[in-house]
């Protein structure tokens, strides 16, 4: 797959010295931020449909005030 990516001069220094620390090329500065990203959204929509689901399950709730009495905070 070939794809183009336009940035400004400020971002293209940045990513030059991106690649030149890690001794990296575009495309795989490209791969790994793309599959960071999907399974970072990956993980977070799991993380929520985990919250949610034990949430259906026992829908109490607590405010910020009786989390930090019951806390002795």
């Given at each position: 797959m070939t794809f183009e990516i336009n940035l400004n001069d400020e971002d293209t220094a940045t990513l030059q010295?991106?690649?030149k620390d890690r001794n990296m090329t575009v495309s795989e500065v490209a791969r790994q931020a793309i599959l960071?990203?999907?399974?970072?959204?990956?993980?977070?929509?799991?993380a929520y449909n985990k919250a949610m689901e034990e949430y259906r399950k026992d829908p109490t709730t607590y405010s910020f005030e009786e989390v930090c009495k019951e806390l002795g905070i």
């Open positions: 010295r991106y690649m960071e990203m999907i399974f970072d959204d990956d993980a977070d929509l799991a």
